[in-house]
Nanobody
Framework: QVQLVESGGGLVQAGGSLRLSCAAS????????MGWYRQAPGKQRELVAT???????NYGDSVKGRFTISRDNAKNTVYLQMNSLKPEDPGVYYC??????????????WGQGTQVTVSS
Protein backbone atom coordinates (compact mmCIF):
# COMPACT_ATOMS: atom_id res chain seq x y z
CA GLN A 1 0.00 0.00 0.00
CA VAL A 2 1.26 3.42 -0.91
CA GLN A 3 2.09 5.60 2.05
CA LEU A 4 3.18 9.19 2.57
CA VAL A 5 4.86 10.08 5.84
CA GLU A 6 5.53 13.70 6.77
CA SER A 7 8.15 14.83 9.26
CA GLY A 8 10.02 17.95 10.30
CA GLY A 9 7.27 19.93 11.97
CA GLY A 10 7.73 21.61 15.31
CA LEU A 11 7.82 24.88 17.19
CA VAL A 12 9.76 27.78 15.73
CA GLN A 13 9.92 31.49 16.42
CA ALA A 14 8.48 33.96 13.94
CA GLY A 15 11.12 34.71 11.34
CA GLY A 16 12.65 31.28 11.70
CA SER A 17 12.83 28.33 9.34
CA LEU A 18 11.74 24.72 9.15
CA ARG A 19 12.13 22.03 6.53
CA LEU A 20 9.38 19.49 6.13
CA SER A 21 9.88 16.15 4.46
CA CYS A 22 7.39 13.78 2.90
CA ALA A 23 8.67 10.26 2.35
CA ALA A 24 6.76 8.19 -0.16
CA SER A 25 6.64 4.46 -0.59
CA UNK A 26 5.73 2.38 -3.59
CA UNK A 27 7.21 4.58 -6.28
CA UNK A 28 4.29 6.98 -6.16
CA UNK A 29 6.45 10.04 -6.00
CA UNK A 30 8.22 9.67 -9.33
CA UNK A 31 4.96 9.05 -11.19
CA UNK A 32 2.87 11.90 -9.89
CA UNK A 33 2.57 15.49 -8.90
CA MET A 34 3.11 16.18 -5.23
CA GLY A 35 1.76 18.92 -3.03
CA TRP A 36 1.85 20.46 0.40
CA TYR A 37 -1.34 21.77 2.00
CA ARG A 38 -2.01 23.13 5.46
CA GLN A 39 -4.97 23.39 7.75
CA ALA A 40 -5.28 25.72 10.69
CA PRO A 41 -7.92 25.17 13.41
CA GLY A 42 -11.34 26.22 12.20
CA LYS A 43 -10.14 26.82 8.65
CA GLN A 44 -10.28 24.91 5.42
CA ARG A 45 -7.27 23.07 4.10
CA GLU A 46 -5.37 25.36 1.75
CA LEU A 47 -2.77 24.97 -0.92
CA VAL A 48 0.80 25.73 0.08
CA ALA A 49 2.80 24.44 -2.88
CA THR A 50 2.79 21.83 -5.61
CA UNK A 51 5.46 20.33 -7.84
CA UNK A 52 4.97 18.36 -11.04
CA UNK A 53 6.87 15.28 -12.15
CA UNK A 54 9.21 17.47 -14.19
CA UNK A 55 9.80 19.94 -11.37
CA UNK A 56 7.46 22.80 -12.22
CA UNK A 57 6.25 24.51 -9.07
CA ASN A 58 3.25 26.49 -7.93
CA TYR A 59 2.73 28.34 -4.64
CA GLY A 60 -0.09 29.77 -2.64
CA ASP A 61 -0.03 33.57 -2.58
CA SER A 62 0.65 33.76 1.15
CA VAL A 63 3.89 31.76 0.92
CA LYS A 64 5.39 32.97 -2.34
CA GLY A 65 8.97 34.08 -1.89
CA ARG A 66 9.26 32.40 1.53
CA PHE A 67 8.62 28.70 0.93
CA THR A 68 10.28 26.38 -1.56
CA ILE A 69 9.05 22.96 -2.62
CA SER A 70 11.47 20.44 -4.08
CA ARG A 71 11.60 16.74 -4.79
CA ASP A 72 14.25 14.05 -4.84
CA ASN A 73 12.84 11.17 -6.85
CA ALA A 74 15.83 8.95 -6.04
CA LYS A 75 15.04 9.31 -2.34
CA ASN A 76 11.26 9.22 -2.87
CA THR A 77 11.01 12.41 -0.83
CA VAL A 78 9.41 15.82 -1.27
CA TYR A 79 10.59 18.75 0.79
CA LEU A 80 9.10 22.04 1.86
CA GLN A 81 11.63 24.62 2.97
CA MET A 82 9.85 27.27 5.00
CA ASN A 83 11.70 30.51 5.69
CA SER A 84 10.62 33.75 7.36
CA LEU A 85 7.80 31.97 9.14
CA LYS A 86 4.94 34.18 10.24
CA PRO A 87 2.32 33.88 12.98
CA GLU A 88 -0.26 33.06 10.29
CA ASP A 89 1.67 30.02 9.05
CA PRO A 90 0.86 27.51 11.81
CA GLY A 91 -1.26 24.45 11.18
CA VAL A 92 -1.09 20.83 10.27
CA TYR A 93 0.89 20.44 7.07
CA TYR A 94 -0.10 17.57 4.81
CA CYS A 95 1.54 16.25 1.69
CA UNK A 96 -0.29 14.51 -1.10
CA UNK A 97 0.29 12.68 -4.34
CA UNK A 98 -2.01 13.68 -7.16
CA UNK A 99 -2.70 13.57 -10.85
CA UNK A 100 -4.25 16.25 -13.01
CA UNK A 101 -6.76 14.61 -15.32
CA UNK A 102 -8.63 16.69 -17.87
CA UNK A 103 -8.39 19.79 -15.74
CA UNK A 104 -9.32 18.08 -12.47
CA UNK A 105 -6.90 17.29 -9.66
CA UNK A 106 -7.31 13.76 -8.38
CA UNK A 107 -5.64 13.11 -5.03
CA UNK A 108 -4.20 9.62 -4.83
CA UNK A 109 -2.96 9.69 -1.26
CA TRP A 110 -2.64 12.01 1.74
CA GLY A 111 -0.10 11.80 4.49
CA GLN A 112 -1.03 11.94 8.17
CA GLY A 113 0.23 15.50 8.62
CA THR A 114 2.86 17.23 10.71
CA GLN A 115 2.20 20.10 13.10
CA VAL A 116 3.88 23.46 12.63
CA THR A 117 3.66 26.04 15.40
CA VAL A 118 5.05 29.56 15.20
CA SER A 119 5.61 31.64 18.30
CA SER A 120 5.58 35.41 18.08
Amino acid sequence: QVQLVESGGGLVQAGGSLRLSCAASGGILSMNGMGWYRQAPGKQRELVATITRDGSTNYGDSVKGRFTISRDNAKNTVYLQMNSLKPEDPGVYYCNAHQDRNGFRVVLQWGQGTQVTVSS
